[in-house]
């Protein structure tokens, strides 16, 4: 029986082999490990070379333990950086399981304290794998919440540039379809992991930003494919109310859905406008819609707010039928009264009802409602102001005012 070996001549040995160590090693990634063969050759051989300085790296280890109290941090070090983001911690995991199964096997035949050697140090190397993983996990978390901060910023401001597509696409956005933004209270604890599990679940993705005492975040989905159609899409309102617990008490307003995540800042607007005078409306509900608040945010100045009314009530009326503005013109002056409009118009009240019936339609708003003659009571203020051109609406084809029918005498006729 050979005398055991010394130490120094067991690092001689080791020093020896660690090229076969190495090629060994590769050759079993090679036939144990399916996606080894399946990388290109360069991260190949980057992989090749993690294994190559785990071996040696346990060979300076064996020789002094104590000299340096982290060596196995070294075999990652020599990695490029990419590779951290190619080899998943499961895979790196099974890489250090193959190089320490080739070392045991090459060195069974030696004495228990080298053995014992590569015990110990396949764990180091394993917490060292560990550690490695998690503090690139920590700084591509710090990154992506600063990232995410600039991208929910430009869309609130809507002053961003042609980079914009790519940050998102960089925090993992995939909708393709409309977007919504959602604006709300930031509650005292804020469990953003919670809010983006909602998302998830709702089939949608999210950004999160908080900005002192406002919490936004800002919801979209991809267009319908072969998986589904639209009719299966849960409405951004129905996906606010399902959000609405992650948000502190008070305000919750949501802005309308645009074409797309870059256009975001049009809904931003309108939601950020509807947040901040949503408390002037005192039956207000959590979550509500941006354009709910539209009378409220014209008051307080909004532009939006102001072309909105315009443009989807005062201009589709007056391209219409100008019956149908003089008649809601007439309507609302006159206290919504059915018998008080037909008299001023010369015409009779179910004429009167037939014609808001039409203004429903075109618009689709109802005159008849209290809340929605105050939207259409503004609307038709602010397009007189930005028309000011347009004839009076109270004369209409040849109807005489009201005044001058109750002066002769005539009667209301259909």
Not at 292 to 308: I, N, S
Not at 313 to 327: I, K
Not at 354 to 371: C, M, N, Q
Request: net charge neutral; proline share 6%.
């Amino acid at each position: 029986m050979p005398a055991p070996r010394t130490k120094d001549q067991t690092l001689n040995w080791l020093r020896s082999i660690s090229g076969e160590l190495s090629t060994a090693t590769v050759k079993r990634l090679e036939e144990t490990l399916p996606w080894f063969g399946d990388m290109p050759p360069g991260r190949r051989s980057a992989v090749g070379l993690v294994a190559q300085s785990g071996i040696s790296s346990f060979i300076a280890w064996f020789e002094d333990p104590t000299a340096t109290p982290w060596v196995a941090a070294d075999v990652f070090d020599s990695a490029p950086r990419e590779l951290l983001r190619s080899v998943s911690l499961q895979q790196t995991l099974q890489l250090i399981r193959v190089v320490v199964e080739v070392v045991e096997e090459r060195t069974k035949s030696t004495d228990g304290d080298v053995r014992e050697a590569v015990l110990k140090y396949s764990r180091d190397i394993a917490f060292a794998a560990a550690d490695v993983y998690a503090r690139a996990a920590e700084a591509r978390g710090l990154w992506d919440a600063r990232l995410e901060a600039l991208v929910v910023d430009s869309i609130l401001t809507g002053e961003h540039d042609d980079e914009l597509p790519s940050r998102i696409a960089a925090l993992g956005w995939h909708g393709h379809g409309e977007v919504s933004v959602l604006v709300g209270t930031t509650p005292r604890i804020l469990e953003v992991d919670q809010i983006r599990r909602t998302a998830r679940h709702n089939k949608v993705d999210l950004l999160v930003g908080v900005q002192g005492g406002r919490l936004v975040l800002v919801i979209g989905r991809a267009h319908p494919n072969g998986e589904g159609d639209e009719a299966e899409q849960v409405p951004f309102m129905e996906i606010a109310e399902r959000l609405e617990p992650s948000f502190g008490d008070g305000r919750l307003v949501l802005g309308p859905p645009v074409p797309s995540v870059v256009e975001a800042s049009r809904s931003a607007r309108a939601a950020l406008a509807g947040f901040a005078v949503a408390g002037a409306w005192r039956k207000a509900q959590r979550p509500m819609l941006a354009d709910e608040l539209l009378p409220e945010r014209a008051l307080a100045g909004d532009p939006l707010a102001r072309q909105t009314l315009v443009a989807r009530v005062f201009r589709p009326l007056a391209d219409h039928q100008s019956d149908l503005l003089t008649t809601l013109w007439c309507y609302l002056d006159n206290g919504r009264s059915l018998e008080a409009t037909a008299r001023e118009l010369f015409v009779h009240p179910n004429t009167v009802r037939y014609r808001l019936k039409r203004v429903s339609e075109v618009i689709g708003w109802d005159a008849t409602g209290p809340r929605e003659a105050l939207i259409l009571q503004c609307a038709l203020i602010l397009g007189n102001i930005a028309e000011p051109k347009q004839p009076d609406t109270r004369r209409h084809s040849g109807t005489a005012p009201a005044t001058n029918v109750a002066r002769r005498g005539r009667r209301p006729t259909h």
